[in-house]
C-alpha cells in the first residue's frame, strides 16, 4: 500500500501544514484516516479525485480530524456530482455531530438530495472491524473530544499500519503498535508537558515497548517543530504535506 501525507499540522496549522489527513491507496482503492477541515485542499494539492475515495477513518471528533466531512458533503453533491457509496467510520455519535456541524456551517446541506449513498458505521472499543476488505481495530486512547477517542490498527494487503490519533502516553498505544510496518505517531510538543498529547521525549524512551518498525511523527506543534533537528533515532522518521511512503 501507499501512503501518503495529506495533513501533518496540529489543530492549528502549526509551520504552514494542513490539518490531519492521510491517504492510502492499496490493492482494491483508498481510502482515508482522519479528515481535517482542510483535507479538500490538500487532495487536491496532490491531485487526488475525492471521489475515488471509498471509506474514511475517523479517530476522534474534533474538527481538525473530522470536520472536512462537512465540505466534502457539499463538494461530492455540487461540485462532483458523486455516485459511489461513501462510508465513514468513526466513534459512537459521529453521524449526529457531522451533522449538527454540517447544518451550522451550511444550513440545510443534509437535506439537499444525493446520487450517492453515505453510511455510517461506529467503533467498538478493541474490537476488529471490517469495512471494504480492510481490517481496523479501535484501541481506547485519551484524548477528550465528547466521544470516545481511538488509536487505529489497519491490516491492508498484508501490512500493518497504525495511528495513534491525539491522545497523551496511555499503554494500549503498545498493543497497538506492536510489530506495526508504519506507527504514525502524534508528537505534539518536544519535551513540554502537553496535556492529552504526546511529546517527543515520552516517545522516545518508549520505543522499544512500542515495537513498530518504523515511526513517523506528526501533529508537531511549535515546540516540536522548533526542536525538530534534535529528533534524531533510526527508525524515526518526521511527517510532512504530501510525503509519499511505500508500506
Not at 453510511?119 to 477528550?144: A, M
Request: glycine share 10%; aromatic share 10%; charged share 20%.
Amino acid at each position: 500500500m501507499k501512503l501518503t501525507i495529506i495533513g501533518s499540522s496540529d489543530a492549528f496549522g502549526s509551520g504552514g501544514r494542513l490539518q490531519t489527513c492521510f491517504h492510502v491507496a492499496w490493492s482494491r482503492g483508498a481510502f482515508l484516516i482522519d479528515c481535517g477541515a482542510t483535507s479538500l485542499t490538500g487532495l487536491f494539492r496532490q491531485g487526488f479525485d475525492p471521489n475515488d475515495v471509498s471509506t474514511i477513518f475517523v479517530t476522534h471528533l474534533h474538527g481538525d480530524h473530522f470536520g472536512g466531512l462537512v465540505w466534502w458533503l457539499i463538494h461530492a453533491v455540487h461540485v462532483s456530482e458523486r455516485r459511489a457509496p461513501l462510508t465513514v467510520v468513526g466513534p459512537a455519535g459521529i453521524e449526529a455531530r457531522f451533522a449538527a456541524a454540517a447544518e451550522a456551517l451550511f444550513p440545510g446541506s443534509t437535506q439537499t438530495e444525493r446520487r450517492f449513498e453515505l453510511r455510517f458505521r461506529t467503533w467498538q472499543d478493541f474490537q476488529p472491524l471490517e469495512e471494504g476488505g480492510v481490517t481496523v481495530t479501535p484501541f481506547v486512547v485519551s484524548h477528550p473530544s465528547g466521544a470516545t477517542p481511538y488509536a487505529l490498527r489497519f491490516e491492508v494487503d498484508g501490512r500493518v499500519l497504525t495511528f495513534s490519533g491525539d491522545t497523551e502516553w496511555v499503554e494500549t498505544l503498545v498493543p497497538a503498535a506492536q510489530g506495526a510496518d508504519l506507527f504514525i505517531c502524534e508528537c505534539f510538543a518536544f519535551a513540554c508537558a502537553a496535556r492529552y498529547h504526546l511529546n517527543w521525549r515520552t516517545i522516545e524512551a518508549n520505543l522499544p515497548r512500542l515495537g513498530a518498525k518504523h515511526v513517523l511523527l506528526t501533529h508537531l506543534g511549535p515546540e516540536a517543530l522548533a526542536n525538530r533537528a534534535a529528533i534524531a533515532h533510526p527508525a524515526v522518521s518526521i511527517a510532512e504535506d504530501g510525503l509519499v511512503r511505500e508500506i
